[in-house]
Nanobody, 124 residues
Framework: QVQLVESGGGLVQAGDSLRLSCAASGHTSNSYAMGWFRQAPAKEREFVAGVSWSAESAYYAGSVKGRFTISRDNAKNMVYLQMNSLKPEDTAVYYC?????????????????WGQGTQVTVSS
């Protein structure tokens, strides 16, 4: 079992930056691929970014590529999402996910573990 706890969300203005953190604990949590998803009101949960267990490869949704950066520190069992140039359409609850059943996983059902989420609100 893996436990995930997100932090770092908040209310910011368009153009600002935020860094989300995800603390992972449990069995071999630092050997799993990790990812970030988000869910806006009345919308489905969507993929944001993913990173391999070794941090050698990362992949992004087209809507955030060039603005967001995913990283991880396996020594600390932490995963981060640096979000720059935020837009109002980035407003959502952001979720950390672990254990992707594939090389790259873009759908929620491909991930085994989830955090409770952290709210990000971007005002215009």
């Amino acid at each position: 079992q893996v436990q995930l706890v997100e932090s770092g969300g908040g209310l910011v203005q368009a153009g600002d930056s935020l860094r989300l953190s995800c603390a992972a604990s449990g069995h071999t949590s630092n050997s799993y691929a990790m990812g970030w998803f988000r869910q806006a009101p009345a919308k489905e949960r969507e993929f944001v970014a993913g990173v391999s267990w070794s941090a050698e490869s990362a992949y992004y949704a087209g809507s955030v590529k060039g603005r967001f950066t995913i990283s991880r520190d396996n020594a600390k069992n932490m995963v981060y999402l640096q979000m720059n140039s935020l837009k109002p359409e980035d407003t959502a609850v952001y979720y950390c996910a672990a254990r992707c059943h594939g090389t790259t996983c873009y759908t929620p059902r491909e991930w085994s573990y989830w955090g409770q989420g952290t709210q990000v609100t971007v005002s215009s």
